[in-house]
């Protein structure tokens, strides 16, 4: 079986302040990570993924995840984040070879001005 | 434009009053799937599909059903909605599953009364 928690729900920050959403998986095979974002009253979108190779993964806007084996691990990770990216992160896993991802419940980024 | 279209985007039904929401999408994707979003809970898998005539349940499959006749086309039907199956629902593609990136519809807004 695989599982992914994602323990903060909400995650208040301001303009131009570092954020880190973190991710943790459970699983007994390779796995393959991903982070999801969607925006207000829109659809999910891609914003990085790990499937092998160097742990640190760069997506887009800025954002970047690491991969930690032993502590089971896909942080997501921002320096400075913008208004624009208020939203709700999900992280997701799928473990090699099965057929389903599973979704974490979801974090919202709220960026105060 | 590679899409994934989903009909209709909102509906307000009646308990008991079968429904269809179409998914259709344009990649040549294989790999398509159902999930429902509601708070606190995020993404939880419906129904997915492998490729044409293959399907198969997800973690919440109680009291809906699909059909995948043509590799485009993902229909999720409820045959007697009833209240608890009000929610966000989201049809999303990939071209195989396992390590390739989901492509979402927008979502559909359901709600039974």
């Known amino acids: 079986a695989q599982s992914v928690t994602q323990l903060d729900s909400q995650v208040p920050v301001f303009e131009e302040a570092p954020v880190e959403l973190r991710c943790n998986y459970s699983?007994?095979?390779?796995?393959?990570l991903f982070w999801y974002v969607q925006y207000p009253n829109q659809g999910l979108q891609l914003l990085l993924k790990?499937?092998?190779?160097?742990?640190l993964v760069k997506g887009i806007n800025g954002f970047e995840a690491e991969f930690n084996k032993s502590q089971t691990s896909f942080h997501l990770r921002k320096p400075s984040v913008h208004i624009s990216d208020t939203a709700e992160y999900f992280c997701a896993l799928n473990s090699g070879g099965y057929q389903k991802v599973t979704f974490g419940t979801g974090t919202k980024l709220q960026v105060i001005p | 434009e590679a899409q994934v279209t989903q009909n209709p985007r909102y509906l307000i039904t009646v308990t008991g009053k079968k429904l269809t929401v179409t998914c259709s999408q344009n990649?040549?994707?294989?790999?398509m799937s159902w999930y429902r979003q509601d708070p606190g809970l995020g993404l939880r898998q419906i129904y997915y599909?492998?490729?044409?005539?293959?399907?198969d349940k997800g973690d919440v499959p109680e009291g809906y059903k699909v059909s995948r006749k043509e590799k485009r086309n993902f229909p999720l039907i409820l045959e007697s909605p009833s209240p608890n199956q009000t929610s966000l629902y989201f049809c999303a593609s990939s071209l195989t599953s396992g390590a390739n990136v989901l492509t979402f519809g927008a979502g559909s807004r359901l709600t039974v009364l």
């Open positions: 990649m040549n994707h294989e790999y």
């Open positions: 699983s007994s095979v390779s796995v393959y």
């Open positions: 790990y499937l092998s190779g160097s742990t």
């Open positions: 599909s492998m490729n044409v005539e293959v399907t």
